[in-house]
């Protein structure tokens, strides 16, 4: 190889990384609680943007319950394909979870244009008729956001968490404050940052802390 | 709905979305170059992260290559599975093209475990044996495109572009600078970001001028 490049195994480039970030975070002055500390620096991985110290809003307990509910065997629920095909599905499989999106599917697309509503709308009802315990990740959609919001004010969904990281311009900051008003879990990327990368972000670096915490 | 939110359709929060992005970009005295603009726009949309506007590096007729190679069939190939579930592989179909990713294929893996490579670097050797014209999205590995870079320097692969916009903290600028050097077309996010869905974000772009072109 002609070209100046660390050569390294990809475990450690991704420890590296981690160690640069944790570096460049306390030349800021940043040390954050231990508790977020993971979720926050995988985002910072998943999109070397420094703006989700800020940016990110955690509920007290929030990576605290969603772990308790992961390995208590809940379900991942997602508002795209993509942030599903990011999540480390072969982990949550090994605590009994499983991933779901119903973005895609065809009676889901039917629904909703009969109804005039959107699809995210349409998925979170049936993440809601799924009847078990679920964390939400939502990373696109707002109308997902306020739809859920609905359902928990009308007792409808009791989520276990919700990861609320939705990207965009229209609506997106608006439907983010709503949950914060929720009693449930939540961990929200504040303003219009977010996206799929960065809901699958929070997923995995929750499903790793539990992975290494059982040793 | 008791809450206020703008109500519009997803395609008029589509095209709200854009009009935003183009108002910011002019309020900072930013007016892209017209064949640039679509993805431009597009990634900030996905991201919501003005940054690109300075990080997004084309070659000269970039876009223009791309769309031609688009259109005459040719494939994708990404270096995530995430990117390729966020391309719009109904619109790639119908230009005759394919959307493909070797990453989680049991031979790749079990090859660059025995020759002490990333899979990353065998995918790209799978993309050029392929013996098809191509064009390459990476989001997530620089080492892919340092392999990418070795091959076109020895004459083992020609691809149609290469969108060059993994994101991290080791060996990514470097990776990405390489690729500046080829005659290859090429859109390159420089620095530390970019990301899965922003490969994805970007052959979309390019996608969708295309679609709206032929009309």
Redesign the interface.
Known sequence: ?D????Y?K?GE?ET??FE??RQELEDRGIHPDPEMDAVIRRVI?????FDYVDNLVFSPGAVRSMKEAIASGAWIVTD???A???INRRLLSSFGGECRCFMSEDDVAAEAKKRGV?RAVVSMERAAALDRDIIVAVGNA?TAL?RL??MIRDGMISPRGIIGVP?????VV??KE?ILKTGVPHIVAR???????VA?AIVNAILYELDSERG
Chains 1, 2 share one sequence.
């Open positions: 190889m070209v100046k490049l660390e390294m990809p480039i590296r990384s640069i970030i991985h998943t999109t070397a943007d795209t394909n993509m599903r095909s990011g959107t707002p306020v919001y609905e990207v965009g311009f229209v609506n608006e439907a709503l303003g219009r940052k977010g996206g799929s990368n699958a």
